[in-house]
């Protein structure tokens, strides 16, 4: 089955999920949507890392009883795994302060909600 | 003292990141055990920076290679590429260790009675270790991954202490803006430092720089990188967060967060000069970093004209007076691979840069200071509102007067040795270049002259006839900076060649870094 996957199709959805992210943060004034943009670029960005240590077919790169063949890059996984942890830190502070924008304002358009101006 | 000397690097990083964790805890038996444990553990931090940067001075670079056998084992045996965490100390990062140690001790000693009697002050102190743990790891690491950790830190810490008072909807819109910036340039540089792993297998600069082959994919990362720094660094176009971001953020915040901003231009040299700057031609990229810089002091300084809220005035001059820092490493950039030229005003222009970097970071964290200090009297920070202030709070009235001419750069104050350092190399490299920088900075003295004239000067407004000057902690950590300032301007010549002069030497020697940690491979 595996085979007649293109090896570059990680790529190509790494590359849709950016197009598509950036498209929604710079066109889209709801908050709560800029937030999804960021969410789906850095979900780009992962799929794009960890796709580049990947090897179809390879086996994981645990050491221990590892039958004979090629392995997964590991190095790109750990980066993975680092920048997942931290966009979570990052998604969960911007919806916190989306909360404390609306109680001030009553909305969440990015136009609307503004006080600084200039 | 070997031991302190030796893994002065690591504990630089690792010491406030753990006081950040700690002050919550003490904070529960009093707020004078919390400011005491701070004060000390960064009297700590600020010895250890001490020495680091005199040993520094002497041997030039120093590796500190984690979990190796030895700290300098960069490469262990077997390999060909180095594999471990390092962080690589070279003169240009220690002299943004001392910037940004100076600014923090300056911050926290000014919000210590700032904050007397609000709530929630340990998170504030919390944040601010964090964010000065985050700049100096940005300034020490020698890893593209750690890079990106460090930036993200400093995002998370900066934009929940911009945020801080949640009670007023301007000051979580400013931390918003900071925080959604900072998440895009982060994944940008996140997607370039990929493009490079996926040609070289490495994530150390050193070992990138010693292999990178400038293909079409390294200048798409370099771009990537680029565009992600400028942001960070508010450069015009890309300015839009920043005068929202430092009009709100509280206390001694504002200098932090300005702080962390040239970081991210000491991220963008380290970059070009570093990994791109070995054999290609730089003009271009050098050219491109100029453009970023007149256009952030021609727009900046126009912005700031016409406001009328204070911070937002001085937050439009950092745009402006960082123009001036592009424009001197921009130069020194454009004429990496002509010796000649190098040698002429090349070099000079990179000093004028670096230099103004130092001396902005002191007397715009003196500026912002002073107006956060009005804010805390009279609860505003438009201009037209206040008048005859220097009545009532004269001290502040002088720092502000300080600042306010360091940044016009008027004699004998930092801000001139700097800015005539970049006007007279400039000037060998285009004339028109070094001319608007002297129009811009004509218009910096208007603005500022206008702004005093309006807050200080004048009979006492009724309403603000009993205000009463700021507490001390305040004024003491105002009169750091501007003693400094003063003392940058009086004695330029000494300040250039202990640490302004190595920082420029660091930068354009490209192979002494890449040789510190790839020195044994063949």
Same mark, same amino acid.
């Given at each position: ?24 943060? #710079? @066109?889209?004034?709801? =908050?709560?949507?800029? *937030?999804?943009?960021? !969410?789906?670029?850095?979900?780009? %960005?992962? #799929? @794009?890392?960890?796709? =580049?240590?990947?090897? *179809?077919?390879?086996? !994981?790169?645990?050491?221990?009883? %590892?039958p004979?063949?090629?392995?997964? =890059? ?45 | ?63 500190y290679?984690f ?79 750690n890079?990106?950790v ?90 839009m ?39 290609i ?18 727009v ?52 004028g ?12 964290a ?36 300080i ?49 005093f ?55 354009i ?14």
């Open positions: 089955m595996t085979e007649y996957i293109p090896a570059n199709f990680p790529f190509l959805a790494a590359a849709l999920l950016i197009g598509i992210a950036f498209y929604i943060i #710079l @066109f889209r004034r709801n =908050l709560i949507k800029l *937030i999804m943009g960021i !969410a789906m670029l850095s979900s780009g %960005v992962n #799929l @794009f890392i960890v796709a =580049l240590g990947y090897r *179809i077919g390879a086996n !994981a790169p645990i050491y221990t009883d %590892v004979p063949g090629p392995m997964v =890059l590991s190095v790109p996984q750990a980066l993975t795994l680092t920048s997942i942890v931290i966009n979570v830190a990052v998604l969960a502070l911007m919806l916190t302060m989306i909360i404390h924008t609306y109680r001030h304002t009553g909305d969440i358009d990015s136009e609307k909600s503004r006080k600084l101006k200039g | 003292m070997e031991f302190l000397i030796t893994n002065s690097p690591a504990l630089i990083v690792a010491i406030p990141l753990v006081v950040a964790f700690i002050i919550p805890l003490i904070g529960r038996t009093g707020d004078k055990a919390r400011n005491t444990f701070m004060l000390a553990a960064f009297a700590l931090i600020s010895f250890l920076v001490a020495i680091l940067a005199v040993n520094i001075h002497s041997v030039g670079i120093r590796i290679t979990g190796a056998t030895t700290a300098d084992l960069a490469v262990p045996e077997h390999f060909i590429v180095p594999v471990r965490i390092i962080f690589e100390v070279d003169a240009m990062s220690m002299f943004m260790g001392i910037v940004v140690t100076t600014v923090t001790l300056a911050a926290l000693i000014y919000s210590l009675q700032f904050l007397k009697g609000q709530p929630r002050q340990a998170r504030f102190y919390s944040l601010m270790m964090l964010l000065y743990a985050a700049m100096m790891g940005l300034a020490f690491t020698g890893d593209m991954f890079l990106f460090f930036l993200e830190i400093a995002s998370i810490a900066g934009a929940a202490l911009a945020a801080y008072r949640t009670n007023l909807a301007d000051a979580v819109e400013g931390g918003f803006k900071y925080i959604v910036i900072s998440a895009i340039s982060a994944l940008m540089v996140l997607f370039a430092i990929g493009i490079l792993y996926s040609e070289y297998d490495v994530l150390s600069m050193a070992a990138i720089a010693h292999f990178i082959q400038y293909t079409h994919l390294d200048m798409i990362a370099l771009g990537l990188l680029g565009g992600a720094f400028v942001i960070k660094l508010a450069g015009v176009p890309l300015h967060w920043a005068p929202d971001t430092y009009t709100v953020a509280p206390a001694g915040s504002t200098p932090m967060i300005l702080a962390a901003s040239y970081m991210s231009m000491y991220a963008l040299y380290r970059v070009t000069f570093t990994i791109y700057g070995g054999f031609d730089t003009t271009a990229i050098g050219w491109a970093v100029i453009i970023v810089g007149l256009l952030s002091m021609f900046g300084v126009m912005m700031a004209v016409h406001q009328t809220d204070i911070k937002r005035m001085m937050a439009y001059h950092a745009i402006s007076q960082g123009g001036y820092m592009l424009l001197g490493v921009g130069v020194g950039l454009a004429v990496l691979a002509d010796p000649v030229a190098l040698r002429a005003f090349g070099q000079a222009a990179m000093e840069g670096i230099f103004h970097l130092i001396n902005h970071v002191f007397y715009k003196l500026l912002f200071m002073t107006a956060e200090a009005i804010f805390l009297r009279i609860g505003t920070r438009d201009t037209n509102k206040m008048g005859g202030l220097a009545r009532n709070m004269k001290w502040t009235a002088g720092f502000f007067i600042g306010a001419l360091a940044i016009a750069g008027i004699p004998p104050f930092n801000g001139f040795a700097s800015k005539l350092l970049i006007y007279e190399s400039v000037l060998k490299f285009n004339p028109v270049l070094a001319i608007i920088a002297m129009f811009v900075s004509l218009v910096t003295l208007a603005s500022f002259a206008k702004v004239y309006s807050a200080f000067t004048g009979a006492p407004m009724p309403a603000y006839k009993q205000v009463k000057e700021v507490p001390k902690s305040l004024i003491i950590g105002m009169s750091i900076l501007a003693v400094l300032c003063i003392f940058f301007g009086l004695f330029p010549g000494l300040i250039v060649n202990n640490i302004v002069a190595p920082a420029t030497n660091a930068l020697n490209h192979a002494g870094y890449v040789n510190a940690v790839m020195g044994a491979v063949p």
